[in-house]
Nanobody, 125 residues
Framework: QVLLAESGGGLVRPGGSLRLSCKVTGERAINYNMGWFRQAPGKEREFVAGISRSGANTYFLDTVKDRFAVNRDDAEDTVHLQMNGLQPEDTAVYSC??????????????????WGRGIQVTVSS
């Protein structure tokens, strides 16, 4: 059974940074394209960032692309989301997800079949 476990969330002041990690167990992370999603209260889930199996392709939501970075450490079966310049509107539950599909077929959450439980990120002064 493939499991995803997020870590690194918490409370940060506006302008601060956090690094989220997603540990893959049960199978090698390199077998999957990985994504990060977030959902704020009362809002739909957003596809925030993604990285292909090879790491050669990435995706970012427009509102975060100048502030967030994604990378994978396949030796550790872990994917990281580095979040800089955090703002209150970034407050949400962040979840990592894995897709065994072709990177070029991925368009949103329906294309990811394995999900972590999510972790809270709160940006507040």
């Amino acid at each position: 059974q493939v499991l995803l476990a997020e870590s690194g969330g918490g409370l940060v002041r506006p302008g601060g940074s956090l690094r989220l990690s997603c540990k893959v167990t049960g199978e090698r992370a390199i077998n999957y394209n990985m994504g990060w999603f977030r959902q704020a209260p009362g809002k739909e889930r957003e596809f925030v960032a993604g990285i292909s199996r090879s790491g050669a392709n990435t995706y970012f939501l427009d509102t975060v692309k100048d502030r967030f970075a994604v990378n994978r450490d396949d030796a550790e079966d872990t994917v990281h989301l580095q979040m800089n310049g955090l703002q209150p509107e970034d407050t949400a539950v962040y979840s990592c997800a894995a897709s065994g599909d072709s990177w070029f077929k991925i368009s949103g959450e329906a294309d990811f079949e394995i999900w972590g439980r999510g972790i809270q990120v709160t940006v507040s002064s």
